[in-house]
């Protein structure tokens, strides 16, 4: 069975700093997506950046990047010059296969917190 | 740039009745799902929908539950008779199956029943 665990239910970080929201999966399908979602508290769910199984580089999207280690089964999204607007809700999904159904199995997330 | 977009916002029913959550997913893509969200939780799976059947449910969506594409635009999501603990932010998404790429989350509706 998938599984992804976010073990940070709260993160502070101060404006203009980086910060690394951890993630961990665990799945025995070869292939598989590992994304992850903001979700402010107006409540909409907004697709940050995406990383492939088989990718050979990390995903980088602006200011945001996925460490992603495959051996470690570790996904982590690192967010640069942290912003007062980036204080969300951070969830990490891992989605199976589309001939599997192609659900998005998330986290429990992380709730970040930028100071000024 | 094209959305999926969900109807009501916020619906409010009393326990034991029948509510059906709409959605207008992007036009061009053939893979629907529905997900809902208890306040203060993660995101949970409840079906995936493709060629007009389902590809698989989760074990919340049980025999109360049922998806439909009526007219090859709206996909709905209907509770035969809601109970309490189906007070949930529910979320409609889309995508084209081309790829592993982005399921596109609509707003929401928030279901809260009394």
């Known amino acids: 069975a998938q599984k992804i665990t976010q073990t940070q239910p709260g993160m502070f970080v101060q404006e203009k700093e980086a910060v690394t929201l951890d993630c961990t999966y665990d799945t025995s399908d070869p292939s598989y997506g590992l994304f992850w979602y903001k979700q402010p508290s107006s409540g909409e769910m907004i697709f940050l950046i995406y990383q492939g199984s088989y990718d050979q580089q990390n995903a980088t999207e602006g200011r945001y990047s996925l460490n992603f280690q495959k051996a470690r089964k570790s996904a982590n999204l690192v967010i640069s010059a942290s912003q007062l607007g980036d204080s969300a809700m951070y969830f990490c999904?891992?989605?199976?296969?589309?001939?599997?159904?192609?659900?998005?199995?998330f986290g429990q997330g992380t709730e970040l917190s930028v100071k000024p | 740039e094209p959305e999926v977009t969900q109807t009501p916002s916020h619906q409010v029913t009393q326990m034991g009745q029948e509510v059906i959550l709409r959605c207008v997913p992007i036009?061009?893509?053939?893979?629907f799902y529905w997900y809902r969200q208890i306040l203060g939780q993660k995101v949970e799976f409840l079906v995936s929908f493709y060629n007009n059947e389902i590809s698989e449910k989760s074990e919340i969506f049980d025999d109360q539950f049922s998806v439909e594409r009526p007219d090859g635009s709206n996909f709905t999501l209907k509770i035969r008779s809601t109970k309490l603990e189906d007070s949930a932010m529910y979320f409609c998404a889309s995508e084209t199956g081309l790829s592993y790429n982005e399921q596109f989350f609509g707003p929401g509706t928030r279901l809260t029943v009394l």
């Open positions: 036009s061009n893509h053939l893979y």
């Open positions: 999904a891992m989605r199976s296969p589309l001939d599997q159904g192609g659900k998005l199995i």
